[in-house]
Structure formats: structure tokens, C-alpha cells
């Protein structure tokens, strides 16, 4: 039963105790010790340590409200005589101490909730101390100041809820007192401030103060912007307000729209699309596209984008092209784009899905957006390419025997050796040569389809002829693109078998060495046969194509084991439906560059708004960088002593079909390529050289391959070196050339890479 409260012992007076003072202050401090441990397991351990060692009762003694914790009170009832109720009166005040503490821990903690997550340039961290360098990783209590000192600078900051911030180029920041802001909050003093604000606590949003105004975000993505008394508000998702500190005056702003707050004028919110798509890029230009032919309408449209040094400022873009972002004319939509090639300082191919393309009255342009280095790459979603694809092959791999399917599909076809078909510069990206005696690639695809669509990009060595059957896609009766044949009436058609009759529709003339877009539809009722995006023949071809086992074999007759076609393949694709005409007409405009027209590229200024990007003057020309490459010297002899030509390669990436590189080059030939190369990360590099007769590499001096013999077919040498990051090493590539064509390929896999042509930023000037 519990003890009547009227038994209970009166405490006794303090007088009465000598013994007892020491006690007290011993208790008082484990006490004391156990707050500036920082928890309420201290705490509790501090309790039955005195519950441990003390004869008396332990009380807790109340507190007038915001009064110090009465630790001396409190030890002093734990060091008297034991009590009958010492248990109940012990948890009561673990309980007090246990709340009290984790108040402090709560107060404590505010200082290390916001947190350096990323840096680089000049960032001066300011926290009443002199000023340091920030530092990821580094606490930014209440009262500091993050300071960018140049154009270069970026800082981004994350609290333990997930918000994160950023501010870029020359500008100012201060993390808001407990007393500025009932919940988080920043002082923006000048510059371009990115965030992304997790929920907050219902009435405590996050708080941006600018010297004009204030932003209140309780869940959203947005930017602030400021100067001097000009502030701009742009929301990415959700909502947020501002408030303007001369007159009071607000204005809400929602998902896609901004506003900007003058002195003096009335607020006022604009559509998304009038401003910026996302302030932490700071680079974008206007896209614009013609309409299809006939006033058709084209879904999923798959667009090439070609990027040059006159359409996207290589220094400013992200490593790899990760930032790139099309976004539609909505100034919302983010379309899903894929990066074919990307090549800084040269041509870069990327192919973007546009929703719609209808006509001119309803075509609506896109925006590049780039100029985010430090943007991670877009995540993972809808494919370049729609459901009715069953393969895109770019054929642009630059090594190994895996031809990558860019559908959703994802059959990954595979070459008959690594070097064969041999890797080359294409008519959009990379390409493939075969050579006619035994190069093809096998897609593995075995589907019967009533309809289809096939295309690509075809380059023959000579014109189409009588000859074996080969040709650049063919599978067994259900879809064929012929190049030469032996029969005259299958030389250069597409063909598809019915009821065990062949039906074909003729391209039409076409010449050796020359670029042709070729493609064939099946309804199943009529076969069309399209060159270079016009319809050229029709032919009627009722009912369903025949079944058949084989799979689908680009460059080898699907029947004819013997049978290779001659000549260069790039883009090759499959579609399970029957493209129209406007849809083969569009693309190939867009694959010749003439769908898309390109702005003048515009860059954001600090108040938000777009102007656009003056050219550097020709003075800066003086100023440039010296090229990058390898020195290449081409001899008519094997000794290397008769040279005829002298240059500078940015890369060696070479197929010459006709076997001559340069008109001063004889058929026989030796090549040297040397320079020094500047390895990006440190570790086990490995090289590779694809050539067609004898070639031998050195690495920092080291032999890594030698294989000086005539091959006469293409083949793959490699080896290994471990180098450091940003130490020059030199290398020398030594080739000969024993007559007919000529391939000299050569690629790096860094640590942890993929194989690609050592490209010219990995080489010293």
C-alpha cells in the first residue's frame, strides 16, 4: 500500500548535518557533469549513482518557470536520509532531468542542425571568429555569414531535414538568430540564392531576408535573387510569398511563376516561362522547330540536337554534359533527352523526346538549359525513345564487342570481334565499318512483326551491284535492306516475304561512298521504300510476313552465312509500327540539321532576368589556350626516316578506307603519334589500340604492347600502366600500314571508367 503522506519525515535542517554539505556538493557535481555531457543517459546514470551511494531521500523542488535547473536542491533531498517513497520521488525526477536535458540537448543542437555540404572557390566562413575558409562538413550556427569572393565561388548548405541551399558567384549569406525567425532561415546580402525547402512546421516557415523583402517557403523549390533594392522570387514546385519591407505589400507565387518587387511599383506574378526555368543554371538558349509536312502531328518525337562550340560554351557546361536540361515551352516540363556523344570543343549529339510536333500554328519551341557544373545528372525516367521502337542501335561504341540498344527494349546486340566491325567517325556519332569478309553484328531480335519500320544511315563501300546478298539490316523474310544481291531485282530494295513470295520496293540509284538516310515501312498491306526522307517506291504486299527463326543481323544476309555487306552503318533502328511519311521526312530533317533552328544564347543576370551573351572580343583569341593534341608524323618508309607529313591530332581516331591518310602519304606507311598525357584520376589506366596491321605503345617509358606485324584485319592491342592524377607522363604510338585500308584507334579506360578515345583535355599542350 502506498505510505500516508503525513508519515513522511521532515527533512532535516541543514545545521543538523555537517557531514552532509560534502555530499551535497559531491552530487551537485555529478549533476552538473552530467548536463555538460549532453544527455539524458548521463543524466540517468548521474541519478542512480547518487541513488547508489545516498541514505537519503531524493525530491525534486519546484522551479518558478525559465528558473535554472535546481541541481543544488535536488542533490541535497539525494544526499539526506533514505525515504519510504525514495523509488516514486527517484523516477519523478529522472523524468525532470531526462525533459530538462534534452531541452539542452534541442539548444545545443540548433548550432549543428545546418551544415557545409558542398564548396569550391574563394567561401569565407564567419562565425565570430576571424574568417576561415569553409570547409564541407563544417557547422554553421545561428549569426554566421557564408561570403563569396568570386565569380567561381559556390556553396551549398544542408540542414538535418533534407533543405539545402545554394549560392553562387560573388555574394553573401547569414544564417538568421533564434530571435530573427521562428523557424530556419537565411539573410541573403546579395547574390543568387537556390533552394530546395523540405515541409516545414505549420507556422515556421523558412524565412530568405534581403534587404528589400522577404520570402516565406513552407515546402517548395525556389530562387531569391538580390540587388540592391530589387528582389526576385522564382518558384520551381509549390509555393511561396514575398513581402515587401517598404510598404508591406505581398504577393503568393506558385509552381512556374516569379515575381519581382521594385521600389515603388505594384507586385505582380508572371508565368514561369516570361523568367528563368531554374536560377542555378545560368545558361540557356531557344530551340525553335518546324512543323512536319502536311500538317501532320508526330508524337514522342525523337529530335537530334547538334552541339557546337557556336551553340553551347563547352567552359561552362558540366563535366560529361550531366547538365544539360530541355525544358518545354511551358517553362516546366523537363523532356527526356540522351547523350549519344559528347565531345567538349567538337560536335556533341544528344537526341531529346519531343511530346508533340505538329503545325506551325502549334509548334512551340524548347530551352537548352546548361552552365550548372556542379548539377548531378537527370535522373532516371521516360526514355528517349517511345514503346513502338524494339531497338536503337547508334553504333558508336568505341570498343568491345557490345553494340548498346538505346530503346526501352534494351537488346544489346553483339559484334563478331571486338575490332570487327571496326569503330569510325560516322554520319550523326561513331559508326561502324565492315569489311565484306566477315563483320556483322547480331542483334539477337527474333520477333515475327506484322508491321515494322526499319532505318539507318548507310555509307557502301561501291555503288550497289550484282553480287552476294548483303546488306546493311536484314532478317529472314519478315524485313530486308538489300545492297547487293544476286538477283538484279533484290539489288537495293527493301523486301519482305508473304506466302512464301518475295515483294520489294527499290531505293533507286545510289552511289558508293555517299550518305544515304534509308528506310522501309510494312502496314501490312503495302511495303514503302524511302531515301534520304521522300518516298521513292510503293508496293503492294497484302497479308502477314512469313515467320522465321533467324534473328536480325546487321551487315550479313540472315540466310547466307557468306554474304556481308560493304561499307559503313550508323543509327540503326527497328519500330514494331509503320512509320508515316511525315514521320521519315522529319527525321531526317532532323538528322541533317534543318528541323532546328537555334537562339541567340542568353545568360541570367543577378536581378533574374535573361539577356543575352555577348561574344568574348577578338582580343580573347589572343589570350586562348594552346591547342591540345599529339604530334603526328606519317613516314614513307618502316625506318621512320622519310617523312612527308607533320601535324597536330586532338585525337587518333582514324579509318581510312581508301588506306591513305593524306595525299602526301604513300599507301605504305609508318605513323608516330607522341606527347604527354595528363591522367584525371589515379590508379591502373588501361589503353587500347585498334589498327589493322602492326603497332606498338609506350607509357611513361614503359613498353606496353608490341605487336609489329602484318595482320591484315583489324585487331585490338592493350595494356596496363598505373599513373597519378595531374602528373604528365609521355606517350608514343607507333603504327604501319601494310596496304588496302588503314585504322588507328586510340582509347583509355580510366580508373573506374568506361573505354573512350583519349580525348584532347587529357593531354598536355
Not at 138 to 143: E, F, W
Not at 564 to 574: N, T
Not at 643 to 653: K, Q, S, T, Y
Not at 693 to 719: P, Y
Amino acid at each position: 500500500m502506498p505510505d500516508d503522506p503525513q508519515s513522511l519525515d521532515p527533512l532535516p535542517a541543514p545545521a543538523e548535518t555537517p557531514r552532509r554539505e560534502g555530499r551535497i556538493r559531491a552530487a551537485e557535481g555529478i549533476l552538473r557533469s552530467a548536463h555538460a555531457g549532453g544527455g539524458a543517459a548521463a543524466a540517468d546514470a548521474a541519478l542512480r549513482r547518487l541513488q547508489a551511494g545516498s541514505r537519503g531521500r531524493m525530491e525534486t523542488v519546484p522551479a518558478e518557470p525559465g528558473a535554472p535547473l535546481p541541481i543544488a536542491a535536488t542533490a541535497a533531498r539525494a544526499a539526506g536520509p533514505a525515504p519510504r517513497r525514495r523509488r516514486a520521488l527517484a523516477a519523478a525526477a529522472a523524468l525532470l532531468l531526462a525533459a530538462i536535458l534534452a531541452g539542452l540537448l534541442v539548444l545545443r543542437r540548433g548550432a549543428d542542425d545546418l551544415r557545409i555540404a558542398d564548396t569550391s572557390g574563394d567561401v569565407r566562413l564567419e562565425a565570430g571568429l576571424p574568417p576561415r575558409p569553409a570547409r564541407p562538413g563544417a557547422a554553421v550556427p545561428p549569426g554566421a555569414t557564408l561570403r563569396l569572393r568570386s565569380a567561381a565561388a559556390f556553396v551549398r548548405l544542408a540542414w538535418d531535414d533534407g533543405t539545402e541551399v545554394e549560392l553562387r558567384g560573388e555574394g553573401s549569406m547569414t544564417r538568421l538568430a533564434t530571435a530573427e525567425s521562428s523557424g530556419k532561415g537565411l539573410r541573403l546580402a546579395r547574390g543568387l540564392l537556390a533552394a530546395s525547402v523540405r515541409p516545414q512546421p505549420a507556422g515556421r516557415p523558412f524565412h530568405i531576408l534581403t534587404p528589400s523583402a522577404r520570402v516565406d517557403a513552407l515546402g517548395t523549390r525556389l530562387t531569391v535573387s538580390t540587388a540592391g533594392d530589387v528582389t526576385r522570387l522564382d518558384v520551381g514546385a509549390g509555393r511561396a510569398r514575398l513581402f515587401r519591407s517598404a510598404d508591406a505589400a505581398s504577393v503568393e507565387v506558385e509552381n512556374g511563376a516569379h515575381t519581382v518587387s521594385f521600389p515603388g511599383r505594384p507586385l505582380a506574378v508572371a508565368p514561369g516561362n516570361d523568367g528563368w526555368w531554374d536560377a542555378a543554371w545560368t545558361r540557356r538558349r531557344r530551340i525553335a522547330l518546324a512543323p512536319p509536312d502536311g500538317g501532320a502531328v508526330l508524337e514522342n518525337f525523337p529530335l537530334l540536337v547538334r552541339l557546337a562550340p557556336d551553340r553551347i560554351d563547352y567552359a561552362a557546361a558540366g563535366p560529361g554534359g550531366r547538365d544539360l536540361r530541355f525544358v518545354a515551352a511551358d517553362g516546366r516540363t523537363v523532356l527526356p533527352h540522351e547523350i549519344e556523344a559528347w565531345e567538349p570543343g567538337g560536335v556533341s549529339v544528344v537526341w531529346v523526346r519531343i511530346p508533340r510536333l505538329g503545325p506551325a500554328a502549334a509548334v512551340e519551341p524548347l530551352w537548352l538549359y546548361y552552365g550548372n557544373p556542379r548539377a548531378p545528372a537527370p535522373p532516371a525516367g521516360d526514355s528517349v525513345w517511345d514503346d513502338g521502337f524494339r531497338f536503337v542501335y547508334h553504333l558508336g561504341e568505341p570498343a568491345g564487342l557490345l553494340v548498346r540498344d538505346a530503346s526501352p527494349c534494351a537488346r544489346h546486340a553483339r559484334k563478331v570481334a571486338a575490332a570487327n566491325p571496326c569503330p569510325v567517325p560516322g554520319r550523326i556519332g561513331g559508326a561502324q565499318a565492315f569489311d565484306g569478309l566477315g563483320d556483322y553484328v547480331d542483334t539477337g531480335v527474333r520477333e515475327d512483326l506484322p508491321c515494322w519500320t526499319v532505318e539507318a544511315w548507310v555509307r557502301g563501300r561501291e555503288a550497289p551491284t550484282l553480287g552476294k546478298a548483303g546488306g546493311p539490316i536484314m532478317r529472314q523474310n519478315n524485313f530486308q535492306l538489300c545492297w547487293d544481291h544476286f538477283q538484279a531485282a533484290s539489288v537495293a530494295v527493301a523486301s519482305v516475304r508473304i506466302g512464301g513470295t518475295w515483294r520489294a520496293a527499290p531505293f533507286g540509284p545510289m552511289a558508293g561512298a555517299t550518305w544515304y538516310y534509308l528506310a522501309a515501312t510494312f502496314d501490312g498491306s503495302t511495303l514503302r521504300a524511302y531515301r534520304d526522307g521522300a518516298l521513292v517506291a510503293e508496293t503492294p504486299a497484302p497479308g502477314a510476313p512469313d515467320p522465321s527463326p533467324e534473328s536480325a543481323l546487321l551487315g550479313r544476309h540472315a540466310q547466307y552465312p557468306d554474304a556481308f555487306f560493304r561499307g559503313l552503318i550508323d543509327e540503326a533502328r527497328l519500330s514494331a509500327i509503320a512509320r508515316s511519311d511525315a514521320w521519315i521526312a522529319a527525321q531526317h530533317r532532323s538528322m541533317t540539321d534543318v528541323l532546328a533552328s537555334y537562339g541567340p544564347e542568353e545568360e541570367r543576370g543577378t536581378d533574374g532576368s535573361a539577356r543575352a551573351r555577348t561574344a568574348a572580343p577578338p582580343a580573347a583569341a589572343a589570350t586562348a589556350p594552346p591547342a591540345r593534341g599529339l604530334r603526328a608524323e606519317f613516314f614513307a618508309d618502316r625506318a621512320m626516316t622519310d617523312r612527308r607529313l607533320a601535324r597536330i591530332d586532338p585525337v587518333v581516331n582514324f579509318f581510312w578506307d581508301d588506306g591513305v591518310p593524306h595525299p602526301l602519304v604513300p599507301e605504305l606507311f609508318t605513323a608516330r603519334w607522341s606527347g604527354r598525357i595528363v591522367p584525371r584520376a589515379t590508379g591502373t589506366h588501361v589503353f587500347t589500340v585498334l589498327h589493322d596491321d602492326g603497332a606498338r605503345l609506350r607509357v611513361d617509358g614503359r613498353t606496353l604492347f608490341d605487336a609489329w606485324k602484318g595482320n591484315f584485319v583489324v585487331v585490338e592491342s592493350r595494356g596496363e600502366a598505373s599513373l597519378s592524377a595531374g602528373v604528365p607522363v609521355e606517350l608514343v604510338l607507333e603504327l604501319f600500314n601494310g596496304g588496302g585500308r588503314s585504322v588507328a584507334k586510340l582509347l583509355w579506360t580510366p580508373p573506374g571508367g568506361e573505354p573512350e578515345i583519349l580525348p584532347a583535355d587529357a593531354l598536355a599542350p
